[in-house]
C-alpha cells in the first residue's frame, strides 16, 4: 500500500468550524464578568487594555484549541489538514498584505466623498483599542495582541478550519467566498465588514495557492500592523 493510502480519513467538517466559533465567543462571554474583576476594569464602555488582550486568550485560544483538536482527532494533523507549514519566501506576503489594507481603502472613498462617512468613521475600532496604549509597555502589548496574536490565530482558524471545512463540502471557489464573509462578520463590526471581506478574499485565495498559512499570516501581520501604526501617536 501506498503511503497516501495509510492515511487515516478527515471526518472533521462545517460542524466542526460552527462549533469553533459558538465555543470561542461562549466561552469569553462567560469567563468576562471573572476578567473584568480580574483586571479591575470598573468601566466596561472603557475597558483598559490588559482587559483587552486577557479576553482575547478565551476567543483566539478556544478557536485554536478546537482547529488543532479537530485535526488531530478527526483528522491528519493541522500540517496536512491545514498547510500550517511556514516557508522563508512567505514573508513576502507583507507585501500583499500593505497592499490590501490600501487597496480597502479604496471601497471607502465614494462614501468619504459624498460625506455619508467621516475617516474617522471608518477608523474608530482600531483607533479605540490603539488609544488604550498610553505607554511604551501598553504598545508592546497591543502589537502582541493584534499584530502578532491575532493573525496566527485567526489564519489557523479562518483559512485552516473554516476553508476547508467548506472546501470539502461545496468547493473551492465557495470556500473563499464563505470563509471571507464568515471573518468578516465574525469581528462583528458592520462598517468594517467590506475591508474585511476583502483582506479574507485575498488570504484565502493565498492559502488555496500555497497550500499554507504562512503568507496569510504575514499578510495578515502587515494588514493588521498598518492600521495599528498609523493610529498611534
Given amino acids: 500500500m501506498t503511503g497516501e493510502a495509510q492515511l487515516e480519513p478527515v471526518t472533521w467538517g462545517l460542524g466542526d468550524a460552527a462549533l469553533g ?21 470598573s468601566d466596561t464602555d472603557n475597558i483598559p487594555l490588559r482587559t483587552v488582550a486577557l ?6 485560544g478556544t478557536m485554536v484549541a478546537v482547529a488543532l483538536w479537530v485535526s488531530m482527532r478527526k483528522g491528519r494533523g493541522p500540517v ?7 516557508k522563508l519566501r512567505d514573508v513576502t506576503g507583507v507585501f500583499v498584505g500593505a497592499i490590501t489594507q490600501y487597496a480597502a481603502l479604496l471601497v471607502y472613498l465614494p462614501l468619504l ?24 509597555p501598553g504598545v508592546v502589548l497591543l502589537v502582541l495582541i493584534v499584530v502578532v496574536a491575532a493573525p ?10 473554516v476553508l476547508r471545512a467548506i472546501d470539502r ?5 465557495w470556500a473563499i467566498a464563505g470563509s471571507s ?20 478574499l485575498v488570504t484565502a ?10 503568507p496569510g499570516v504575514w499578510a495578515h501581520m502587515a494588514f493588521n500592523g498598518i492600521a495599528v501604526f498609523s493610529l498611534l501617536r
Wanted: proline letters at 5%.
Fill in 152 to 161: 496566527i490565530c485567526e489564519e489557523l482558524f479562518f483559512r485552516g478550519l
Fill in 55 to 60: 479576553l482575547q486568550v478565551p476567543l483566539d
Fill in 21 to 41: 466559533i459558538v465555543l470561542s465567543w461562549g466561552i469569553t462571554i462567560l469567563l468576562s464578568p471573572l476578567i473584568l474583576a480580574i483586571t479591575g476594569a
Fill in 169 to 173: 463540502r461545496y468547493g473551492r471557489r
Fill in 80 to 86: 496536512l489538514d491545514f498547510g500550517l507549514a511556514a
Fill in 113 to 136: 466623498w459624498s460625506g455619508l462617512l467621516s475617516a474617522d468613521d471608518v477608523s474608530k475600532p482600531a483607533r479605540d483599542i490603539t488609544d488604550k496604549a498610553t505607554d511604551a
Fill in 181 to 200: 464573509v464568515v471573518f468578516a462578520a465574525a469581528h462583528f463590526e458592520p462598517l468594517q465588514f467590506p475591508a474585511l471581506f476583502l483582506f479574507g
Fill in 205 to 214: 485565495v493565498y492559502a488555496t495557492r500555497t497550500g499554507r498559512l504562512g
